[in-house]
């Protein structure tokens, strides 16, 4: 029997949300860098600096990059790990996949990709020196098998790290359902022209646990040493556990 699951706020059969999720992110695909930009007035990029900083990546690591979407992150590892590494690139959805591929080409980059699903990645155990994702977990309809997946890949001694919107500083919090629930929706009508795909957006990230929450998935898995950052107030936390 096949089980529930949310999509935002709403109850969906746990088969549905892929398909639906694919839908969001197939319509906004093609304006997704922009509206980032807008979105977060730019700090998604420092958040994805921060991130490539405690991720522990050098020149000649191996690196997977899990919902790699437009490839922000994917960038700036293959910048770091040089001509002797690489990285992979992975998502669920081709066109993102696409639109990640192609920023990177652009850069003069390359990165091997695969469309796949989070929860069944296709890559040996002990692969990578580094597992990410970034703002893609919240979307998986099983986050801790795509959590137990990501460790498994990893090598021991490797990181498994998460950024991922989160619970802010309480004090913040009727602002920022504020702009979640009136402006955002509203930067999705003008701009992406799909006001439905950034309220689920919002709703997505109220589903999503919360720091501790996360923490404990990840420990989970068997990975060590588990801690968080908050960015931004606690909006976004990065996480990051070691595998033994």
């Not at 980059?109 to 929860?119: G, K, Q, T, V």
């Not at 913040?172 to 009136?182: C, I, M, V, W």
């Not at 957006?201 to 404990?216: C, F, G, V, Y």
């Amino acid at each position: 029997m096949t089980g529930k699951t949310h999509f935002g706020y709403r109850e969906v059969p746990e088969g549905e949300k892929a398909k639906r999720v694919g839908e969001v992110f197939s319509s906004v695909a093609p304006s997704y860098d922009v509206m980032n930009d807008l979105m977060s007035l730019g700090l998604h990029r420092l958040w994805k600096r921060f991130a490539l900083e405690m991720s522990g990546v050098r020149e000649g690591s191996k690196v997977l990059d899990v919902a790699s979407g437009s490839g922000d992150l994917a960038a700036a590892f293959a910048r770091r790990v040089g001509p002797t590494g690489h990285v992979w690139m992975t998502d669920i959805n081709a066109e993102m996949l696409g639109v990640g591929r192609d920023k990177l080409l652009d850069a003069g980059l390359f990165a091997p990709l695969a469309l796949c699903d989070a929860e069944k990645l296709p890559f040996p155990a002990n692969s990578f020196d580094c597992v990410s994702v970034a703002f893609g977990l919240r979307n998986m309809t099983h986050k801790d098998r795509a959590l137990a997946e990501m460790a498994r890949v990893a090598r021991p001694g490797g990181r498994v790290i998460v950024l991922e919107f989160s619970r802010p500083w309480k004090p913040l919090a009727r602002a920022y359902d504020a702009y979640s629930f009136g402006i955002l929706p509203r930067l999705g009508k003008y701009v992406a022209r799909d006001e439905a795909a950034y309220r689920y957006l919002a709703e997505s990230i109220r589903m999503h646990p919360d720091q501790e929450t996360l923490k404990a998935m990840m420990e989970a898995t068997g990975l060590a040493r588990v801690e968080y950052f908050n960015l931004a107030a606690g909006v976004v936390a990065l996480h990051r556990g070691w595998k033994t």
